[in-house]
């Protein structure tokens, strides 16, 4: 399969642990996104990598949450000392070409469950 | 900023009959928006954009979108619904920073079933 990975697609912490998101996106893609979807609303832009370079953090993004993205090919995700607001869906994308005008392809996310 | 409303939550049609899902947008300069379907436990998959040129657009599993200027929508429509077709349909819009890679801002989904 050449599609968008992520690993792990389920998981389940306590308040106040750390977590970390891998995401593996099609090869040839030079651009990586990461979204955050909560139930019942739409995916909310969290991130995004120009190859291996973070250009631009959502506000949603607090001081807890860090990425990065070496080399320019997986993208990691890391969420130090976890609240309950913190569960959601997150969701990686990847995307090749100029100006966003061509289609982002999405992995199958990873929900994340903070009791 | 780039947005996108979807006014409905749910939309129901029986199998067979013509399904229509709604969007507007609200932009500054050119709208690029798109859609997309959630199946349970999958990821977003692309189903058709508009970019430029005809207003009637044909992507994926038979879905068309129709563009429309005057009233700002971008509404996704299908002929012939199949019970398959039931999903979550997200309309999206490209946002205008560079620095986000043109991110996409998203609707909050519209719920279609299909009764047979």
């Known amino acids: 399969d050449t599609g968008v990975s992520q690993d792990p697609r389920h998981k389940i912490t306590k308040r106040g642990q750390n977590v970390t998101f891998r995401c593996d996106p099609i090869?040839?893609?030079?651009?990586l996104y990461w979204y955050r979807q909560t139930l019942g609303q739409g995916p909310e832009f969290l991130t995004y990598f120009q190859n291996e370079a973070q250009l631009e953090k959502s506000r949603l993004l607090s001081d807890r949450f860090s990425a990065e993205r070496p080399k320019g090919s997986f993208s990691t995700l890391e969420i130090q000392r976890t609240e309950q607001g913190d569960s959601a869906m997150y969701l990686c994308?990847?995307?090749?070409?100029?100006?966003?005008?061509?289609?982002?392809?999405f992995g199958p996310g990873t929900r994340l469950t903070v009791l | 900023a780039q947005s996108v409303a979807q006014p409905e939550d749910q939309v129901n049609v029986a199998e067979g009959n013509p399904l229509t899902v709604k969007c507007t947008y609200s932009?500054?300069?050119?709208?690029?928006l798109f859609w997309y379907v959630q199946y349970p436990n999958r990821g977003l998959q692309f189903l058709l954009k508009?970019?430029?040129?005809?207003?009637l657009v044909k992507g994926s599993y038979g879905f068309e979108a129709e563009f429309n200027k005057s009233q700002t929508s971008f509404h996704l429509k299908k002929p012939s619904a199949l019970v398959s077709d039931s999903a979550l349909y997200f309309c999206a819009v490209r946002a205008a920073r560079p620095n986000s890679g043109y991110a996409l801002n998203f609707g909050k989904g519209t719920s279609l079933l299909v009764t047979p």
């Open positions: 932009v500054s300069g050119n709208p690029y």
């Open positions: 994308a990847s995307s090749l070409g100029l100006a966003g005008l061509n289609e982002q392809f």
């Open positions: 090869s040839e893609h030079n651009r």
């Open positions: 508009y970019i430029t040129g005809d207003n």
